[in-house]
């Protein structure tokens, strides 16, 4: 019985034989058999030496040549499949990241993403990538319940932001991106894929959560960052729904998200090409950063909330593994035990713990356009703000000069870039000339 085949996207055309053909053949062949069966004196076959027995191997009609080896990872379904060839030649590792893993399996890829931290239901779940045009992969044993998605993808829909886009704009993959859940901020750091959006070719953010403009635009990809639910809501509609946040990676792991992106397009040697030089520039100034003679800052890493209470990240989210790799102590993350940092922290704990931190990194909210670049519109917007000295010293920062592209370009790919900011203000002697990319100086 023939295997089942990773169905490809395109119909096939079938051919019907045409009857006039079929007659002309017909004639052929009764003139072929009648000439055969006339009363013409066969020919006298000329004298002839014996001939040698010949080995069955030599008598063998000729074998057709072994199909060329596979040199890069097919990016259309593939029409002739030859068992027992390698697929896809060009492969990623997770070398820095912790929430993923890959497996090559000939023809189909199988992934295994760790439950998101901090969001409610988290599990781990398993995705089978099979490349279309192959016969489909045995799904038991732990491949069971696993979900399978046909690669390589060509269109793609993102619920969770742009971090994925600043992955397909660099993987030169932008033409698959046909919309965003929510919006999609800082696009003119990405100019192909804001110039889909503003083509009309992807479709922009949408008050609701309503699934109808994600179906009607029919992604191959559905990517989910912080819920489970809305994940299965999509499955459940017929989407390859998939659920992946970098954030709680380590940085470079964070970066590594180009990789993961890459797994569902068959984009792996692009992905290694343009990660290598972010990896090695990182690797040099934390190096760097070690071997410094200076002594390392205190870091406040938070803001004041609507609610009057001090919001910051838990210690093993993106924003202070990069500060501890910059060379800064991220205070309440040391001196905070007792509670979780993903919820709120009283404010008076935080003036007590922090007041007289050497530096502080205010992460409000769109802060490049509620603070400006002042002290002074820091403390029109929350007056409370003075309760910090680093402030008053020119030793306050803000991280949205661009807006919220720190989070994707920055914390999702040039982590590089984004680590060379914050050394510049904890061991400004390393990097006496580096100008910000990232962060704003609130200056008096």
């Not at 200076?294 to 870091?299: A, L």
């Not at 704990?349 to 400006?372: C, E, K, P, Q």
Request: some cysteine; aromatic content about 8%; overall charge negative.
């Amino acid at each position: 019985m023939p295997q089942a085949q990773v169905a490809p996207r395109r119909k096939k055309v079938f051919v019907r034989p045409r009857l006039p053909l079929l007659i002309g053949l017909g004639l052929l062949l009764g003139l072929l058999i009648a000439c055969s069966d006339d009363d013409s004196p066969e020919a006298t076959p000329e004298p002839t030496e014996r001939a040698e027995p010949t080995s069955t191997a030599a008598a063998a009609t000729p074998t057709a040549a072994p199909p060329a080896p596979i040199t890069s990872n097919p990016q259309e379904c593939v029409t002739d499949f030859q068992d027992g060839t390698d697929y896809f030649p060009d492969k990623v590792e997770a070398i820095h990241a912790e929430g993923w893993s890959v497996r090559y399996e000939g023809h189909y890829k199988v992934l295994t993403v760790e439950p998101v931290p901090n969001v409610q239901n988290a599990r781990q779940d398993t995705y089978v990538l099979a490349q279309c045009g192959a016969p489909a992969p045995d799904l038991s044993g732990d491949l069971a319940d696993a979900h399978v998605i046909p690669i390589p993808a060509q269109s793609f829909w993102t619920a969770s932001g742009s971090g994925w886009f600043v992955a397909l704009e660099t993987l030169g993959l932008s033409d698959a991106v046909l919309g965003a859940n929510v919006r999609a901020a800082g696009l003119e750091y990405l100019p192909n894929i804001n110039r889909r959006f503003e083509d009309g070719l992807a479709i922009p953010a949408r008050a609701s959560n309503s699934f109808e403009p994600i179906l009607e635009a029919e992604p191959e990809l559905f990517h989910v960052a912080f819920s489970y639910e809305l994940t299965d809501q999509a499955r459940d509609l017929g989407l390859n729904g998939v659920t992946y946040n970098s954030f709680w990676e380590p940085p470079l792991g964070s970066a590594e998200e180009i990789k993961f992106v890459s797994l569902f397009f068959n984009a792996e040697a692009r992905a290694n090409e343009v990660l290598e030089p972010v990896i090695a520039n990182y690797e040099a100034l934390r190096q760097q950063v070690a071997d410094a003679e200076s002594e390392d800052p205190t870091v406040l890493f938070g803001s004041i909330n609507n609610s009057g209470l001090w919001a910051t990240q838990p210690a093993n989210r993106i924003d202070i593994r990069l500060i501890e790799d910059a060379g800064g102590i991220p205070i309440l993350q040391r001196e905070v035990t007792d509670v979780p940092l993903n919820s709120p922290l009283p404010l008076e704990r935080v003036v007590d713990l922090g007041a007289d931190a050497d530096i502080w990194i205010d992460n409000t909210y769109f802060a490049d356009s509620r603070l400006g670049d002042t002290v002074a519109g820091s403390l029109a917007y929350q007056p409370l703000n003075s309760s910090f000295e680093a402030l008053a010293e020119g030793q306050a920062i803000h991280q949205f000069a661009r807006g919220t592209d720190i989070f994707a370009t920055g914390q999702s790919f040039r982590v590089d870039i984004l680590l060379r900011d914050l050394v510049s203000v904890f061991h400004p002697e390393l990097l006496p000339e580096h100008e910000f990319v990232w962060h704003t100086r609130l200056e008096p």
